[in-house]
């Protein structure tokens, strides 16, 4: 089971989580985010800490941006993968040729696994899939809780990242109704949009490792 510090602007908090047991790090490239994080700036953080850290996994979040975008992003910044959050086409996927998956936020079953049959994985050892909470408006980042019976529905067949709302109080309960591949937290771990809390992010990780134990 993974974890995921999404959201993470400063080597500071990127350095919190994986010293609490973060497995993955999200660093967000959406200029609409208040957790905006330029590639240059990325390339920095990630560049202090890779070498040392290096079975951290590290992901770019990226919101209906040009293919090119993405790619050279990840390979300045040395990232191993790309979320895919706005409306971006099964074909885009396919073109990342396992370098990304995406991230969907079904309102019903039937949109759920339409939305899943579309976004095939290419790769192993990655999600699937992020599922997270339906809003009309934004791509995520929101802090509601995403709809876990369709999120169940979908870690039957696919591996699944569950994002949408989790926090240290949640989090267990989350794993046990969904069983996903992994769990991805943003701002139920933050004191501010984009300002990591310590204590949070450790609660976060001990809550989600108890669950993982306690489905063994």
């Not at 969907?104 to 899943?116: G, M, Q, T, V």
Request: net charge neutral; hydrophobic share 45%; proline share 6%.
């Amino acid at each position: 089971m993974k974890i995921k510090i999404c959201g993470v602007t400063n080597l500071d908090d990127a350095l919190a989580a994986i010293d609490a047991g973060a497995d993955c790090l999200g660093f967000n490239f959406y200029l609409h985010s208040p957790r905006y994080l330029s590639p240059a700036e990325c390339a920095r953080i990630h560049s202090a800490f890779s070498i040392q850290h290096s079975a951290i996994q590290t992901i770019g979040i990226f919101v209906n941006a040009p293919i090119t975008f993405i790619t050279e992003t990840l390979d300045a910044c040395g990232l191993d993968l790309a979320q895919l959050s706005g409306d971006e086409p099964p074909e885009m996927l396919a073109e990342l040729r396992g370098r990304a998956y995406k991230a969907i936020r079904p309102r019903a079953l039937e949109e759920a696994e339409h939305e899943a049959s579309r976004y095939t994985p290419f790769a192993s050892g990655q999600p699937a899939l992020l599922v997270d909470a339906s809003h009309p408006k934004l791509y995520g980042g929101t802090g509601q809780t995403a709809d876990w019976s369709l999120a169940r529905n979908l870690a039957r067949t696919y591996t699944v990242l569950l994002a949408g709302g989790l926090r240290p109080d949640n989090v267990a309960e989350a794993m046990r109704a969904v069983e996903p591949w992994g769990v991805d937290v943003a701002s139920g771990v933050e004191s501010a949009p984009g300002k990591k809390d310590r204590r949070k992010m450790i609660e976060f990780v001990r809550a989600a490792r108890r669950a993982v134990a306690q489905l063994a």
